[in-house]
């Protein structure tokens, strides 16, 4: 179980970890630029932020975590934009203390579809004895509830990697359940429904877990299938076999057309996948280079085939991926790069048919993005990573485009 302990670590104290130069950005950028919109902390806690969701230009939520340098159980954090600025949510009382006692965790991921039907969801790694948990608001109060499938004191372990919350009676949660051996790990991939009454688990084809989903409807969803980028080791080839799944309303299939390795990088991984109405699938990740450290790629299913994307860079010992993908509102994407061990994060815009890569200046200090996630209606995209001050670790929250108000 050694890599699940560096996972937390990694987690927790990946701004120490990643040594960022940032170039300069145009004039222009401080309007509309990325840049830093707010640093988030926890007194006496190294904090980040690992999860984004936006419903409208005011109302975004933004969730993660806060623990000690020795990576004690951390405190789940929950941010709030109305329009105005990022502000911490404080459960009741009575919600806090039954959390903390059910599975309070850090939370990996956020989803919403209003301001009154808002999703938080946590991993347990704490204890043996809970399951993963879940926050919901439905609008006039919080709840609390465990995921099914996800007993851990029955050596049920899954990591929460994606949300997709389409209505109240419709949430999707992803992962991937833990399949360990004496030499490796690995994962299948889990999925679970919520009817507005009861959760269930739904099958999905593929060898590895869910890293990433893409909602375009109710009844169209796609699905990335890899190996989680912190549950590898650097530089180490995926160890599970990358492919695509799709939701049609009724069941998950595999995708009609699967990426090959002829089409992809050697020893390619998945991190990311990004439909949109008007046809595109793009799916994005990381793969082994010669320098012994992994390098970002992506691709895009054109017909029967898919295209791997000219991305102008350069191997190197770091672990680059493209770990989240966004419309630019503008017909393009926005993509966030980077990894633990990066010596240099790259954030990667396609226009048209040319992607380039920029190196933002949050401030001084080491920083990543961990997730993007569009504002509906905007050219605006949020991000969320952490950024290193000295010996502390904060949470960071970025903006492209114009302030969504």
Same mark, same amino acid.
């Given at each position: 179980?050694i890599?699940?302990?560096?996972?937390?670590?990694?987690?927790?104290?990946?701004?120490?970890?990643?040594?960022?130069?940032?170039?300069?950005l145009?004039?222009?950028?401080?309007?509309?630029?990325?840049?830093?919109?707010?640093k988030i902390?926890?007194?006496?806690?190294?904090?980040?932020? !690992?999860g984004v969701? =936006? &419903? /409208? +230009?005011?109302d975004?939520?933004?969730? *993660?975590? @806060?623990?000690?340098a020795? $990576?004690?159980?951390?405190?789940?954090?929950?941010?709030?934009?109305?329009?105005?600025?990022?502000?911490r949510? !404080?459960?009741?009382? =009575? &919600? /806090? +203390?039954?959390?903390?006692?059910?599975? *309070?965790? @850090?939370f990996?991921?956020? $989803?919403?579809?209003?301001?009154?039907?808002?999703?938080?969801f946590?991993?347990?790694?704490?204890s043996?004895?809970?399951?993963?948990?879940?926050?919901?608001?439905?609008?006039?109060?919080?709840?609390t509830?465990t995921l099914?499938?996800?007993?851990?004191?029955?050596?049920?372990?899954?990591?929460?990697?994606?949300?997709?919350?389409?209505?109240?009676?419709?949430?999707?949660?992803?992962?991937?359940?833990?399949?360990a051996?004496?030499?490796?790990?690995?994962?299948t991939p889990?999925?679970?429904q919520?009817?507005?009454?009861?959760w269930?688990?739904?099958?999905?084809?593929?060898?590895?877990?869910?890293?990433?989903v893409?909602?375009?409807s109710a009844?169209?969803?796609w699905a990335a299938?890899?190996t989680p980028?912190?549950?590898?080791?650097?530089?180490e080839a995926?160890a599970?076999?990358p492919?695509?799944?799709?939701?049609n309303?009724?069941?998950?299939?595999a995708?009609?057309?699967?990426p090959t390795?002829t089409?992809?990088?050697?020893?390619?991984?998945?991190d990311?996948?990004?439909?949109?109405?008007?046809?595109q699938?793009?799916?994005?990740?990381?793969?082994t280079?010669?320098?012994?450290?992994?390098t970002?790629?992506a691709?895009?299913?054109?017909?029967s085939t898919?295209?791997a994307?000219?991305?102008p860079?350069?191997?190197?010992?770091?672990?680059y991926?493209?770990t989240?993908?966004?419309?630019?509102?503008?017909?393009?994407?926005?993509?966030?790069?980077?990894?633990?061990?990066?010596?240099?994060?790259?954030?990667w815009?396609?226009?048209?048919?040319t992607?380039?890569?920029?190196s933002?200046?949050?401030?001084s200090?080491?920083?990543?993005?961990f997730?993007?996630a569009a504002?509906?209606?905007?050219?605006?995209?949020?991000?969320?990573?952490?950024i290193a001050?000295?010996n502390?670790?904060e949470?960071?929250?970025?903006?492209?485009?114009?302030?969504?108000?």
């Amino acid at each position: 179980m050694i890599k699940l302990t560096s996972r937390r670590a990694a987690l927790v104290l990946a701004g120490s970890a990643v040594a960022l130069a940032g170039g300069m950005l145009p004039a222009q950028a401080a309007t509309t630029g990325w840049r830093s919109v707010a640093k988030i902390s926890v007194k006496g806690k190294e904090t980040l932020l !690992t999860g984004v969701d =936006a &419903v /409208a +230009k005011g109302d975004a939520w933004a969730v *993660g975590g @806060a623990t000690t340098a020795k $990576g004690t159980k951390p405190v789940g954090i929950i941010e709030h934009w109305a329009g105005r600025s990022w502000k911490r949510v !404080t459960l009741p009382a =009575a &919600v /806090a +203390k039954k959390w903390n006692a059910e599975s *309070g965790d @850090a939370f990996p991921v956020v $989803g919403a579809s209003s301001a009154s039907n808002v999703w938080a969801f946590s991993e347990n790694f704490a204890s043996a004895k809970g399951s993963d948990g879940y926050l919901r608001l439905d609008g006039r109060k919080w709840t609390t509830g465990t995921l099914p499938g996800t007993s851990l004191s029955s050596g049920k372990f899954v990591i929460i990697t994606a949300a997709s919350v389409i209505s109240s009676k419709d949430v999707w949660v992803f992962g991937g359940k833990l399949k360990a051996s004496s030499s490796s790990l690995a994962f299948t991939p889990y999925a679970a429904q919520y009817n507005g009454h009861k959760w269930a688990i739904k099958s999905v084809p593929g060898d590895g877990a869910v890293v990433g989903v893409s909602e375009i409807s109710a009844g169209n969803m796609w699905a990335a299938i890899g190996t989680p980028q912190l549950f590898s080791a650097p530089g180490e080839a995926s160890a599970s076999t990358p492919s695509v799944a799709r939701w049609n309303g009724k069941a998950w299939a595999a995708a009609p057309v699967q990426p090959t390795s002829t089409e992809l990088p050697a020893g390619a991984s998945l991190d990311s996948i990004l439909a949109t109405g008007g046809g595109q699938v793009w799916i994005g990740g990381g793969a082994t280079n010669s320098k012994g450290g992994t390098t970002e790629f992506a691709a895009e299913l054109t017909g029967s085939t898919w295209t791997a994307a000219a991305l102008p860079t350069s191997a190197s010992a770091s672990d680059y991926a493209l770990t989240s993908m966004a419309p630019d509102g503008r017909g393009g994407i926005w993509a966030a790069a980077g990894g633990v061990s990066v010596t240099k994060v790259r954030i990667w815009h396609l226009t048209g048919t040319t992607w380039t890569s920029s190196s933002p200046a949050f401030g001084s200090s080491q920083r990543t993005l961990f997730q993007l996630a569009a504002v509906p209606g905007t050219s605006s995209v949020w991000g969320v990573g952490v950024i290193a001050r000295g010996n502390s670790d904060e949470g960071l929250i970025a903006l492209v485009g114009p302030m969504p108000r």
